[in-house]
């Protein structure tokens, strides 16, 4: 059996900056992008948070930025449990980018490509897998495997509508 294709959608605090490490070290996984989401922590510190760890570990990976805000209402940050930045410690401001591309369309455009071999990781709220399925409702069928981390507590922007 080859390597396992995935995209991880993250929303990274200390937990998914965990998960991200143990992905980035496991030789049977291929990363094919992070795609990032509000969530633990604002869209914007989202990115901050994988970028700088990213030129922490001196590696370099495309990080399509996502959804800023849930489908309805509004993110209960987590920064009594995660710290302001999201990962307890400020890192470095980072030097590397975001790629232009939305994550919604990344993450079609990999699915298209690959049908039936990407496993997503979603380890935060659900919101651009949502948007994936309103904006390309074809989408679904390519997915190999879904994989949704559980939540501590229901957030309610991570459930799924029953329409989707």
Same mark, same amino acid.
Do not use: W
């Given at each position: 059996?080859?390597?396992?294709?995935c995209i991880i959608d993250t929303d990274p605090g200390i937990d998914d900056a965990l998960a991200i490490l143990m992905a980035l070290n496991c030789t049977s996984i291929e990363v094919l992008g992070f795609t990032t989401? @509000?969530?633990?922590?604002? !869209?914007?510190?989202?990115?901050? =948070? *994988?970028? +700088?760890?990213?030129?922490?570990?001196?590696?370099?990976?495309?990080?399509?930025?996502?959804?800023?805000?849930?489908?309805?209402?509004?993110?209960?940050?987590?920064?009594?449990?995660?710290?302001?930045? @999201?990962?307890?410690?400020? !890192?470095?401001?980072?030097?590397? =980018? *975001?790629? +232009?591309?939305?994550?919604?369309?990344?993450?079609?455009?990999?699915?298209?490509?690959?049908?039936?071999?990407?496993?997503?990781?979603?380890?935060?709220?659900?919101?651009?897998?949502?948007?994936?399925?309103?904006?390309?409702?074809?989408?679904?069928?390519?997915?190999?495997?879904?994989?949704?981390?559980?939540?501590?507590?229901?957030?309610?922007?991570?459930?799924?509508?029953?329409?989707?």
């Open positions: 059996m080859g390597t396992l294709k989401t @509000g969530g633990n922590i604002s !869209l914007e510190m989202a990115n901050k =948070n *994988i970028l +700088s760890l990213f030129d922490y570990l001196g590696c370099q990976h495309s990080v399509y930025g996502g959804s800023e805000f849930p489908v309805t209402g509004s993110f209960p940050y987590a920064t009594n449990f995660h710290g302001e930045s @999201g990962l307890s410690k400020d !890192l470095p401001s980072p030097t590397s =980018n *975001i790629s +232009s591309v939305d994550a919604v369309d990344f993450i079609n455009e990999a699915l298209c490509s690959h049908p039936g071999d990407v496993i997503v990781i979603c380890l935060g709220p659900l919101t651009n897998l949502y948007r994936l399925f309103q904006q390309y409702p074809d989408s679904m069928a390519n997915i190999c495997l879904l994989y949704t981390s559980p939540s501590p507590r229901d957030r309610g922007c991570s459930r799924m509508p029953s329409s989707a």
